[in-house]
């Protein structure tokens, strides 16, 4: 990151890109002197033109500084988005560091920052943000930015109006997401150090430790000097009984120096008769010597010998785990690699696991199998779920499973042939399809009549233009485009479209570009309903291009998709598409997420 500092109302430093030949083509340009709508650049405002980006260290990042992030950076402070790379202001965070969610997030720039493409636009800006006080949630903030507006037709010496515009955490970056599949980003900071989310929802990392150390140990924490602000403290770890050993074995010995040293100095005594002297030569000498043989005679009050042995058992029971074939993982070649000496103590002392239905511990791949379109069945599987269900009918599972596999493959091959015939597809990859279903492709080539390949083709083109994916060529002979989706399952249902022909390939300022079946077409999106918790849907309004019509494409939960059916859709394909719904549950196959 590049800095360095300015005079603008919000005290702001700018924030420029490198001086690379692409960065200085992409960001460099004059200063504008009328913005092309209402923003927070003041035409009117006089500045030295000499604002530039300069890299510098998160330590150094202040509230109302601009800031700059490219593609893959992470963010270093919650700021506010100006501007994007993007033509609509739109930009993707991948928050995996703050709720462990993989899926890429939009974030939106404000409208008034639209006109800043440079550290000059950043010089000239003029405006306040009102915010809420730093707070822990992730998911929620409100303010707003605020900036006067002078009306060009207006009286040199009337008064500025106050714009304003609502800032909420679609607009917000927080600290320790990573900036995706985006050029550039331009925000100003709101919050750095302890009060962004981030350090608002983190603590002292608590210390775990075994059941039998805590049945003999204590933690004593203890700083050992003044906490910096970072509140960084040592830990001192002391045993109870060790300690004690040691206070009992100090005054034992300390008790038989004193006892030693002032028998020596006594004279006439039977000692005489028993001893020729003594063996330091002094009775003060005589207590050190004695205190120090006394702490060599009782040292088995301390059990050091105990722990020593108990660790070696430990280090022993780790490399049985180590080696233990059960828990070797053959796919990645990845034994079990303890990361913990204490971890054998509570082995066997488990009484309850309790387990989430999170793509934590599990494989988050999705794909796209089977579906059911104007009530036909479509797509050709075999699923661990069937197998596991062969065996609990006493089937073999194996005859049975590389009998189904072969089928698969014949008719995958049938269908990619199937494809070829139907249009030109340069972006059909055939080690990458996962649906396979000649009939579709059949039905869509009109088999089946009119009615079910206008089906199959409107339900093609649903998937291809309700969401929110965008592109990304990564080769360009033979063309490659890869999906950038905020979760797996959309990018498998673009990515299912596109095998059948109906290719997402970029995504324009008015909407999507779509190659069907080998001819082009823009969609224009007017406008897209996100997919939330509440509504359990996603929908996409989008303007025909042959005849010009608008049509509502709405994907999302099953139960929500039916109970909005109209009444007057015909009873025997809903009892079909239900038929249909409970035969994939039951394969354990992955559904499309919506029907139209």
């Known amino acids: 990151m590049e800095a360095v500092r300015s005079s ?147 009286a040199p010496d009337a008064e500025p109006e106050i714009k304003a515009e609502a800032i909420s955490i679609e607009n917000l970056l927080l600290r320790g997401c990573n900036l995706k599949n985006t050029d550039w980003v331009i925000g100003v900071v709101v919050f750095t150090g302890a009060e962004t989310r981030i350090m608002m929802n983190s603590g002292i990392t608590p210390s775990k430790r075994s059941h039998i150390a805590k049945s003999l140990n204590w933690n004593v924490q203890s700083p050992i000097r003044p906490a910096p602000p970072s509140c960084i403290f040592f830990m001192l770890e002391a045993d109870v009984q060790v300690i004690v050993n040691f206070i009992i074995l100090f005054f034992m010995c300390f008790i038989s120096g004193v006892i030693s040293g002032v028998f020596a100095g006594n004279s006439a005594t039977s000692a005489d008769f028993f001893e020729f002297g003594t063996i330091a030569g002094a009775p003060a000498k005589d207590g050190v010597v004695t205190f120090w043989t006394c702490v060599i005679l009782f040292q088995n009050l301390v059990p050091i010998s105990l722990y020593i042995s108990i660790e070696i058992v430990k280090t022993a029971q780790v490399l049985f785990i180590y080696s233990d ?48 379109v104007n009530g036909v069945p479509y797509g050709e599987a075999y699923t661990e779920a069937m197998a596991g269900k062969l065996i609990r009918e006493g089937i073999n599972a194996d005859e049975e499973g590389a009998r189904r596999r072969s089928e698969i493959a014949a008719d995958r091959a049938k269908m990619l042939k199937q494809l070829k015939t139907l249009g030109q597809n340069p972006y059909l990859d055939d080690d990458s399809v996962t649906f396979v279903s000649s009939k579709f492709v059949a039905d869509m080539a009109g088999s089946s009549g009119g009615v079910q390949q206008a ?18 060529m990564v080769s360009e002979d033979p063309p490659r485009i890869e999906f950038k989706a905020q979760s797996p399952d959309e990018a498998a249902l673009v990515a299912t479209a596109r095998d059948m022909g109906f290719a997402l390939t970029e995504r324009t300022q008015r909407g999507v570009v779509l190659h069907v079946q080998g001819v082009r077409k823009e969609f224009e999106v007017l406008n897209i309903l996100e997919f939330n918790s509440s509504r359990k849907r996603m929908s996409a309004i989008v303007r025909m291009p042959d005849t010009g019509k608008i049509i509502l494409y709405c994907k999302g939960a099953d139960n929500v998709i039916y109970s909005r059916l109209a009444s007057v859709q015909e009873t025997d394909i809903k009892q079909a598409t239900l038929r249909d719904l409970d035969v994939f549950a039951n394969e354990g196959n992955i559904l499309p997420k919506g029907h139209f």
């Open 325 to 372: 074939i059960e828990m070797y993982y053959e796919k990645l070649d990845y034994p079990c690699i303890p990361k913990s000496w204490n971890i054998s103590d509570d082995l066997g002392q488990i009484e309850y696991i309790f387990s989430d239905k999170t793509g934590t511990l599990t494989q988050n791949v999705m794909e796209f199998k089977k579906c059911s």
């Open 455 to 472: 089906a199959n083709q409107e339900f093609m083109l649903a998937l291809a233009l309700c969401h929110s994916v965008i592109t990304d």
């Open 8 to 154: 603008s109302r919000a005290d702001s430093v700018g924030f420029s890109p490198p001086t690379s030949p692409s960065a200085a083509s992409e960001f460099t340009s004059s200063p504008i002197k009328q913005p092309l709508e209402p923003g927070i650049i003041d035409p009117y405002r006089s500045t030295p033109q000499k604002a530039k980006f300069r890299t510098t260290y998160w330590k150094n990042v202040r509230v109302g500084d601009f800031i700059l992030i490219r593609s893959d950076d992470q963010i270093p402070a919650d700021i506010v988005v100006l501007v994007t790379s993007d033509s609509d202001g739109a930009c993707y965070v991948e928050t995996k560091n703050l709720d462990g969610e993989t899926n890429l997030k939009v974030r939106h720039a404000l409208r008034c920052g639209s006109t800043i493409k440079s550290a000059y636009d950043c010089e000239a800006a003029s405006f306040w943000i009102e915010s809420e006080g730093p707070g822990p949630n992730l998911y929620s903030y409100n303010g707003a930015a605020r900036w006067y507006h002078r009306d060009p037709n207006a």
